[in-house]
């Protein structure tokens, strides 16, 4: 007889695990199945009382600990799923009854409403839900007044109320009501019950815990209508966003790997600055400052224009991964620093070195400070005075996709501030 309620819980087992494979209903394909959590785990504890098969005489107290429940429950959509749970129940005398101690254990295959989410809960709150939930099952009743065990089937229906502490955790109470067919003893275990069919039942009070399973920010249960429109104002919002071509080169913020080039110098369609010597200088700005600024000595040595550009971050410095060694391609950039400070002795620079998203905050926040010292010890080798010269390390610069090696390349950098 043990194996009766092993091998209808097995198969209550493969039911659930086979009703995983069930499509969405046509009115929640809207979500997207990836967008949220199906999986959950639930804990209970609490009370019982139980109504008929009883021995006159005998009775539990009201209400009557112990009862505990484990529940493992999978959404097929917000409002519909499925629940397999096991429950125990301890059924001892209340005062003045004679004494008892008995058993009841129970699993049950149950579906899920998420009245919650049928009723708009969202609408009003986000931290609220309701479940509604009913299934069958099988039951086993032992106790000190007969040798043996007492199989049964039995149908279960109950309310669940929520309260969402987090996204992985929420607090529930629930009331449950489970009545069986084919008792054979009374609750007390002192005598045989006077019908078998639908003769017994038992009432539960509980509080517990969910705790929600998945790599998603949030579970079924909180996903509502509003979350849909949500998604989609993100989606138009991202879109209208990264559509604005911030540096009016042509090429939309979206797709744009340099979205600060200067204004009116060439790009390609990444909307990266001509560079085609690669020394870290667009190629049409190096021409303007090697007739305006480089070549000439006889130029004016104020020219704002020169500065302007100088301090907007257009003339770099760029280094290999994990490396303070300046390229030998973006020296150039070193070279036009030293040719402004030495056509402008009274000008000084801050030399500010940067390092990109990847390894450890704090080693990228020394590389960007080596980054900048290597810089300085050039310019001064090349006869500008150190006192002219201040260095900061900024530490890792984030502006770009830390997932692009290409975006990391153009913020592993050194730029200058000059005044």
């Known amino acids: 007889m043990r194996k009766k309620i092993a091998t209808v819980s097995l198969l209550l087992i493969t ?6 494979n069930m499509g969405t209903t046509s009115t929640e394909r809207s979500v997207d199945v990836n967008a949220y959590n199906k999986w959950s785990i639930e804990l209970n504890a609490g009370v019982n009382k139980t109504t008929g098969a009883m021995t006159t005489g005998f009775y539990t107290a009201t209400p009557n600990l112990f009862h505990a429940d484990l529940g493992v429950r999978y959404m097929f959509n917000p409002k519909f799923g499925l629940k397999l749970d096991f429950g125990y129940d301890k059924l001892k005398e209340g005062n003045e009854s004679f004494a008892f101690d008995s058993n009841y254990l129970r699993t049950d295959l149950q579906g899920i409403i998420n009245l919650g989410r049928v009723l708009n809960f ?8 309701l479940l509604g939930h009913g299934g069958f099952g099988v039951s086993m009743l032992t106790s000190d007044g007969f040798n043996g065990e007492d199989y049964m089937a039995n149908g279960i229906a109950g309310l669940t109320t929520q309260y969402r502490i987090s996204n992985s955790v929420a607090l529930t109470a629930d009331f ?8 054979s003893y009374n609750f007390d275990g002192m005598s045989q019950t006077n019908a078998k069919a639908f003769n017994g039942s038992i009432f539960n009070a509980s509080l517990g815990l969910t705790f929600y399973l998945g790599k998603n920010e949030k579970h079924a249960d909180w996903i509502g ?19 604005i071509d911030s540096d009016k080169d042509g090429v939309a913020d979206l797709y744009d790997l340099e979205p600060n080039s200067v204004a009116g110098v060439a790009v390609n369609t ?26 000439n000595s006889n130029t004016n040595l ?24 300046p390229t030998n391609a973006s020296l150039s950039g070193v070279d036009f620093l030293i040719k402004y400070l030495k056509n402008n002795p009274s000008k000084s620079a801050e030399i500010i070195g940067y390092a990109d998203e990847v390894g450890n905050s704090s080693y990228n926040q020394t590389l960007s400070q080596q980054r900048a010292e290597a810089v300085k010890n050039i310019v001064t080798n090349a006869g500008i005075d150190a006192s002219r ?25 050194v730029t200058f501030k000059v005044n």
């Open 15 to 20: 039911f659930a695990a086979t009703a995983q």
């Open 122 to 129: 969202e609408t009003w709150t986000n931290r609220i839900g």
């Open 176 to 183: 449950t009501g489970i009545i069986n067919g084919n008792q």
């Open 225 to 243: 209508d509003s979350d849909k429109y949500d998604a989609l104002e993100n989606r138009v919002e991202l879109i209208e966003t990264s559509l």
């Open 270 to 295: 990444k909307g990266q600055s001509i560079d085609n010597n690669q020394n870290g200088v667009p190629d049409e700005l190096e021409s303007y400052l090697d007739k305006r600024f480089a070549q």
């Open 302 to 325: 104020n020219n704002n224009t020169v500065e302007e550009l100088i301090n907007g971050g257009y003339v770099n410095v760029y280094f290999d991964f994990n490396s303070s060694k």
């Open 389 to 413: 010269l201040t260095v900061k390390g900024n530490g890792e610069d984030n502006s770009v996709n830390k997932n692009s090696p290409e975006a990391r390349q153009i913020v592993r950098r």
